[in-house]
């Protein structure tokens, strides 16, 4: 199966020093993969060039020299940057020369160039983020994650709907559990967002097991995890935020003295091991779910790594063809939805 | 300076088996410190017989074999439970027999319990629940953690507040940075809430720095970060995942082959200063601020030296008389809103 990717090589904190090697890796590993990397040329052949043996026959250079900025209004980027290496990487996923785009660029910017050159699915209102997270028994989909900042309730059912989807096709899950972010106070359990939700998610066909809490996310407690994308963004940001502070702690206490730099020395193996575990890049590649094309977000910060991982990310949701699998079920569901209005309004147009 | 504490002995996963020699421990520490033990004679006692060198005249016991439950609903706790050991040990602070009280309980039962026996300060509309965590830099105290799930922006000035004032008492801080939890996408950045709580925030006199992001918290960019109850929990508990998440996976790595266990039963020192850093215990002992006495929260599945805390907790805010400190400044605050009333009114009342 041929599988065209465009890269936003000017998007993320590196731009292409480490877009373009990470892009080369991937594109070593797959046979299959072919590469449009959308940036400026002056900065990408050098880079190709480097290395003799990249597969030169399957990667075609888009060139363009604008680009969005991180500090750049999403306004600005979505009216003024027609040109832009992100515009025209997503132009490529529209027009058929790519099945996906991968940026590490300005999130609201690329939410937004998305929804207006790809559009949602019919029945979806609004697109979400979504990412998987490592748990202890092994990984949770997480969503939204910071594209709505005032959810309602049945956007969240959306986005319930739409995880499950996305987990069952990347997991080969039958039935994933899904769960609803919420607080585990007794009584003042949520406010009345969370229980509207609470309420549709139950009548829902769904697999839907009830309120999972912060900590339950990252014991395993659900396979998607659902919640508005403020309070998701908060979730995430705070548990990277605790992950760093842990691994600055450890940096400390292995830096204390000479003994205790010796002993981290000779416990290498387990640094490498759980660094293996924690690494952010591990998870790194969050989906923009809803769009009628893949989009994938690399966090701006990724090293070549971590990027390479954000597109393994975007060939695995072309592998299963997620926009088509969202496409059949909602329509499906609108479908219905237009039927039944038909039958309840029949009776009076026949009056 | 004789403090005297109100520990509620029956709350909490393990009761008066962790509760009580918690409150022995602090009690060996401090000699000025007395304590009125509420709870179960007949399980107290023994607690208390089995360590030789107790102060026992520093110990008073309050017997009652009713308690509230983790499972209790709220208005059965504050209704039915007139003589539970969780409202005895707060009617202990209003009536002056203790300047606060600990308890590990059921934390919806506390926080109706302790308004409505204690009730508010004049000048503040909901009580918020209040903590320290660690951070990269020392700590920072968060606020509100749960006690309100729809808080209105003036709620949020007034938990900055009230934050402010317990920070620069406890950490002598003279004018402790502030920030409001945020997300940092650009453009969707917040939602209206956050926006007006921003602009409040701004036009106060406190040392507001702004928005903070999730991550933030934990690198230190702020003393006091406020968010309201509903994020606050959700950003604490994912927080506490993640850090379980990462020790079970350390614990994981160490127990891979003989090698690993080997290595890191060499290491032994790192991970026991990383046992202290981290110790959810060294955090425990959340603060229900805004009260007109001193409230303190304890983790219900707090372990001794973690209950232990909670109760120092409380002892510092009696040391530095939170509520005398709160009192002043919102009465203050009372007068001036008062005052500038009387001013804008008189002219129409002179017509």
């Known amino acids: 199966m041929r599988i065209t990717v465009a890269v936003d090589v000017m998007g993320g904190d590196f731009g292409p020093s480490v877009t373009v090697p990470a892009a080369l890796q991937v594109l070593a590993e797959q046979p299959d993969l072919h590469l449009l990397l959308v940036g400026d040329e002056a900065q990408i052949v050098p880079l190709i060039a480097f290395s003799a043996s990249t597969p030169r026959a399957r990667i075609e250079i888009v060139?363009?020299?604008?680009?969005?900025?991180?500090?750049?209004?999403?306004?600005?980027?979505?009216?003024?940057?027609?040109?832009?290496?992100?515009?025209?990487?997503?132009?490529?996923?529209?027009?058929?020369?790519?099945?996906?785009?991968?940026?590490?660029?300005?999130?609201?910017?690329?939410?937004?160039?998305?929804?207006?050159?790809?559009?949602?699915?019919?029945?979806?209102?609004?697109?979400?983020?979504?990412?998987?997270?490592?748990?202890?028994?092994?990984?949770?989909?997480?969503?939204?994650?910071?594209?709505?900042v005032d959810s309602e309730p049945h956007h969240l059912l959306q986005f319930a709907e739409m995880g499950a989807?996305?987990?069952?096709?990347?997991?080969?899950?039958?039935?994933?559990?899904?769960?609803?972010?919420?607080?585990?106070?007794?009584?003042?359990?949520?406010?009345?967002?969370?229980?509207?939700?609470?309420?549709?998610?139950?009548?829902?066909?769904?697999?839907?097991?009830?309120?999972?809490?912060?900590?339950?996310?990252?014991?395993?407690?659900?396979?998607?995890?659902?919640?508005?994308?403020?309070?998701?963004?908060?979730?995430?940001?705070?548990?990277?935020?605790?992950?760093?502070?842990?691994?600055?702690?450890?940096?400390?206490?292995?830096?204390?003295?000479?003994?205790?730099?010796?002993?981290g020395l000779?416990?290498?193996?387990?640094?490498?091991?759980?660094?293996?575990?924690?690494?952010?890049?591990?998870?790194n590649g969050a989906s923009l779910v809803g769009l009628t094309g893949i989009v994938v977000k690399s966090h701006g910060s990724a090293q070549i790594d971590s990027f390479a991982q954000a597109l393994r990310v975007a060939i695995k949701e072309v592998e299963k063809d997620i926009p088509a699998l969202l496409a059949r079920h909602f329509s499906a569901a609108e479908h219905a939805k237009k039927a039944l209005l038909l039958a309840t309004e029949s009776p009076v147009e026949a009056v």
């Open 266 to 283: 000779l416990a290498y193996p387990i640094w490498k091991g759980l660094k293996q575990e924690m690494d952010p890049g591990r998870y």
């Open 63 to 148: 060139h363009t020299t604008e680009f969005v900025t991180m500090s750049d209004k999403v306004s600005v980027a979505l009216r003024n940057k027609k040109q832009s290496s992100m515009r025209l990487a997503i132009n490529a996923v529209r027009d058929g020369q790519a099945q996906a785009c991968v940026s590490a660029g300005n999130t609201g910017a690329l939410m937004a160039i998305g929804r207006f050159v790809l559009k949602m699915h019919a029945g979806i209102d609004r697109p979400a983020i979504m990412t998987a997270l490592p748990t202890q028994t092994g990984h949770a989909h997480m969503l939204d994650l910071g594209a709505n």
């Open 165 to 263: 989807l996305v987990a069952q096709a990347l997991d080969g899950h039958d039935q994933p559990r899904v769960g609803l972010l919420n607080i585990g106070e007794e009584e003042i359990k949520g406010n009345d967002f969370i229980k509207a939700t609470h309420e549709l998610l139950r009548a829902s066909s769904l697999n839907y097991i009830g309120y999972v809490e912060g900590d339950g996310i990252f014991h395993g407690d659900a396979d998607v995890v659902v919640c508005d994308g403020f309070v998701g963004n908060i979730a995430l940001k705070s548990s990277e935020g605790v992950a760093k502070m842990m691994a600055a702690m450890i940096k400390a206490q292995i830096n204390r003295n000479w003994l205790t730099k010796l002993l």
